[in-house]
């Protein structure tokens, strides 16, 4: 299930579903969704504030659940990532979501989101949020990417060839996210449906014999021998470990070299400021060759 793109008057929902965000990029980032013609409502507790959090539990839960509930509103633009998701994805009634299917948009903690409509069949957003619109993280060319893809207008990406990329060429739809994220979803209703996909990783902070492990989780649960690609985003902010004797790229080369399906390397996409925006659950088209790597979701 795709939901409607949006066009010029639709409204669309803020929330703060993990981490708490400040007021000043909550309005920096409706000024400018605003300024391509939506209406961007806030959620009531947005800018509440719980320890790390935007406002406990139950208040986070209360503004997902509104902004699902309101047929009016077209997409659900999350804040900011951090953690909490997991804290309410459970209380999370989805009946009005799939009355009137709407874009969720995010990355990182949203990963969660994303496994959750996944899992009830509808499309998503894996993309930047409300902060990183706020602090112009995005060069212009990819910010204009950005909102045409939210018109419906799909990317289309080429890449330069990486020494580890695997050749080959593919279709299929694009699920993962947040590799530590959707890996502590694995074995609750959460978890991934792999089959014929093609899988996206991306990390923060995540030391490389953490990362090696729970693609071995993957690996022995025979999620490998089931996908059609694998495309490795961003893993950023860690530090290489040479008692492992090999970078963390390669370890990931290496977790993945007894299967056939065509692997890309250091997409940009993930926790950077260039962070190229994906469609998940979403028809797209992937080719990795000496020339370098095509990913098309255009029709």
């Known amino acids: 299930m795709i939901p409607p793109f949006l066009k010029k008057g639709d409204k669309v929902a803020l929330v703060a579903p993990a981490g708490r965000v400040a007021e000043a990029e909550v309005q920096q980032a409706a000024a400018i969704l605003q300024s391509w013609g939506l209406v961007a409502v806030a959620m009531p507790h947005i800018t509440e504030e719980y320890g790390c959090f935007a406002g406990r539990p139950e208040q986070r839960l209360c503004d997902l659940q509104q902004a699902f509930d309101d047929a009016d509103t077209k997409a659900v633009f999350c804040a900011r990532g951090g953690y909490?998701?997991?804290?309410?994805?459970?209380?999370?009634?989805?009946?009005?979501?799939?009355?009137?299917?709407?874009?969720?948009?995010?990355?990182?903690?949203?990963?969660?989101?994303?496994?959750?409509?996944?899992?009830?069949?509808?499309?998503?957003?894996?993309?930047?949020?409300?902060?990183?619109?706020?602090?112009?993280?995005?060069?212009?060319?990819?910010?204009?990417?950005?909102?045409?893809?939210?018109?419906?207008?799909?990317?289309?990406?080429?890449?330069k060839q990486h020494p580890l990329n695997r050749y080959g060429k593919t279709q299929g739809k694009i699920v993962g996210g947040n590799l530590a994220v959707f890996s502590a979803l694995r074995g609750t209703p959460l978890d991934l449906d792999f089959a014929e996909k093609i899988l996206f990783i991306e990390d923060i902070g995540e030391k490389p014999h953490c990362v090696e492990r729970m693609l071995w989780n993957l690996k022995l649960a025979g999620v490998f021998n089931r996908i059609r690609g694998l495309i490795v985003g961003q893993f950023t902010d860690y530090e290489e470990d040479n008692g492992l004797c090999r970078t963390l790229p390669e370890l990931i080369a290496d977790?993945?070299?007894?299967?056939?399906?065509?692997?890309?390397?250091?997409?940009?996409?993930?926790?950077?400021?260039?962070?190229?925006?994906?469609?998940?659950?979403?028809?797209?088209?992937?080719?990795?060759?000496?020339?370098?790597?095509q990913l098309d979701f255009s029709k």
Request: overall charge neutral; glycine content about 8%.
């Open 84 to 159: 909490g998701l997991v804290q309410i994805v459970g209380g999370i009634d989805w009946s009005g979501f799939l009355s009137h299917p709407k874009w969720i948009v995010g990355y990182s903690d949203v990963t969660v989101l994303h496994n959750a409509v996944c899992a009830h069949g509808v499309a998503s957003m894996h993309a930047p949020m409300l902060r990183n619109l706020a602090r112009a993280e995005l060069p212009d060319t990819l910010l204009e990417t950005y909102r045409k893809m939210l018109f419906g207008i799909e990317p289309s990406y080429k890449r």
């Open 255 to 293: 977790v993945v070299a007894d299967y056939r399906f065509p692997v890309v390397f250091d997409f940009p996409s993930g926790h950077i400021r260039n962070n190229h925006p994906l469609l998940f659950n979403y028809d797209c088209r992937l080719e990795v060759n000496a020339l370098g790597v």
